[in-house]
């Protein structure tokens, strides 16, 4: 069942803490506007460490990754940056 991440919009902003299990999971970027998202559509997936700190592990864009699946178990959050309208889901 899909789930909101992310809630479309285009103003920079992070996602709630996600818990990824050892079975993994799928994120896709989404836009409000229908399947299509932006190609300048960039939202970074970040791992969050035992002190709380956040760290890029990977990116979703429009144009050449909209979606991953996600196999490493941890704390991730997704960090929209401001401009183009898209938000983040999971299946």
Known sequence: MATEILAVGTTAANSSDVTVTADGLTVALKDAAGTR????????IQLKDDAGEY??????????KPG?????????RFAREAG????????
């Open 37 to 44: 998202v932006s190609d300048r559509a960039r939202v970074e």
């Open 55 to 64: 760290f890029l592990v990977d990116t979703l864009n429009g144009s050449r």
């Open 68 to 76: 991953v699946f996600i196999a490493a178990p941890g704390t991730y």
């Open 84 to 91: 183009a309208s898209c938000g983040v889901f999971s299946a």
